[in-house]
């Protein structure tokens, strides 16, 4: 199994740093927290617009890909995109319903399993992604 570093975010410069530093290397700030209380703090935080990678978990792209084919925006939900999630859900079946004989449905499938398959590589490379999903 490959192992993977995690990275944790200075709080003065927002440079990425290695998880288990004790300064930053980039501007010197001393890091007070561990690695588990920065991490959970930050997805806790309202006002902090990403997911962090959590120590000891990963997410299954296989997963992901699945929830995404079953119902567009499932998979985002799984890997912590909520109101994402139910945006692209809305979208799809008003999509699916309503315009284009299903055709935008399979659009939608296709998206959100491209953005779920690049967020869980992400996440499981020790890197941030964002709460609301971005365009590839």
Known sequence: M???RLF???KKCQSEIPADANFCS???KQIKESTSTTNNSKTNNKTD???YPHKDETKSVGLVLLLSILL?????????QTQAGLGFIIISVFLGTFLTLGTGYVVAIFLTMLW???D???LNNGERIHKWAKSV
């Open 2 to 4: 490959r192992r993977r």
């Open 8 to 10: 944790i975010y200075c």
């Open 26 to 28: 980039f501007c010197g």
């Open 49 to 51: 617009s990403f997911i």
């Open 72 to 80: 567009p925006g499932l998979g985002q939900v799984y890997l912590g």
């Open 116 to 118: 779920g398959y690049r």
């Open 120 to 122: 869980v590589k992400k």
